[in-house]
């Protein structure tokens, strides 16, 4: 039988909050300047979901991102492996998070759809780093890439639609 390694509470719930308070953050912000109610306005390109989709979605990604955060936190792997892998996870996390204020913000939906092609270049690889550091923690980064993925595609209709 494997050995449960004991979960450290506080590493995990600080890796929780820091992508769930960031993107609540410019949830919120985006939220109050009212740049959602402006989205709404716009054409919607086929497969787009219902508003609160996104919401449940962040929620969800950025509570599997943390968690695998915590698992290459934690991992018994030297700690050069693990701090590069946490390096590529905080620039990539910093760079979802200026996704939103370039779409909705700012309205530059072609610079944010080619924005998000490099956050999704930068997340296969982190997703690769999590890899060798603990497969559990890159599987986790699964779900994420795929609604990236999506997400470009909604972007850029978007952008084709609206001009």
């Known amino acids: 039988m494997k050995f449960v390694k004991m979960i450290k509470l506080r590493p995990l719930l600080i890796s929780l909050l820091i992508p769930l308070g960031l993107g609540g953050v410019v949830g919120m912000v985006l939220a109050v300047t009212g740049q959602f109610a402006d989205y709404a306005e716009l054409f919607q390109p086929p497969l787009s979901p219902p508003p609160w989709v996104f919401f449940v979605a962040w929620v969800i990604l950025y509570t599997l991102m943390g968690i695998s955060s915590y698992l290459v936190l ?9 701090s590069d892998a946490l390096w590529l996870y905080f620039v990539q996390l910093g760079v979802n998070l200026i996704w939103p204020v370039l ?4 309205d530059m939906r072609l610079a944010a759809f080619l924005w998000i092609i490099v956050l999704i270049a930068l997340v296969v690889k982190m997703l690769v780093s999590f890899w060798f550091v603990s497969r559990s923690a890159a599987l986790l980064q699964l779900p994420y890439l795929l609604w990236l993925i999506f997400a470009a595609y909604l972007n850029g209709a978007t952008f084709i639609l609206n001009g």
């Open 103 to 106: 779409f909705f913000y700012f």
């Open 74 to 82: 934690t991992a018994d792997k030297p700690v050069g492996v693990r």
